[in-house]
């Protein structure tokens, strides 16, 4: 394994940008990738989409956390990654459409992983 000091230039000014990322858009405090913090909230949500038959599936679940660009929810059905969905969670005013980026089995139920899409944001209220 090559020592961090050997590597080129440019990955040297890489992972110093990283590190004096004061705003935390980068890499949070604890070395996460998340450019949004997540804020746990428990909440109703309705998901609809279509499998790779083109047949639509709908399954209900509980949001776990959520973000100003994604939100993680458990469901009781998987669905795959690279999804498009279309969500309802009036409990945090949210309506629309969201990509899977990913599904995690966690005993009986399914942890999915949502990335907004098409302007759908979440604003907490004040």
């Not at 890499?27 to 109703?44: P, Q, V, W, Y």
């Not at 993680?72 to 899977?100: D, M, N």
Request: glycine share 8%.
């Amino acid at each position: 394994m090559r020592n961090l000091f050997s590597a080129p230039l440019v990955l040297q000014q890489l992972l110093s940008a990283i590190e004096s990322d004061t705003k935390g858009e980068l890499m949070s405090r604890d070395g996460e990738l998340r450019r949004h913090t997540r804020a746990e909230k428990s909440s109703a949500v309705q998901i609809v989409w279509q499998d790779r038959s083109g047949e639509d599936r709908f399954v209900s679940g509980r949001s776990l956390n959520v973000s100003a660009s994604g939100m993680r929810v458990e469901v009781s059905s998987p669905i795959e990654k690279q999804t498009y969905i279309t969500l309802q969670c009036t409990g945090l005013a949210l309506h629309g459409r969201a990509s899977v980026r990913t599904c995690t089995r966690k005993g009986t139920k399914y942890v999915i992983g949502l990335e907004f899409a098409a302007g759908l944001q979440y604003n907490p209220r004040s």
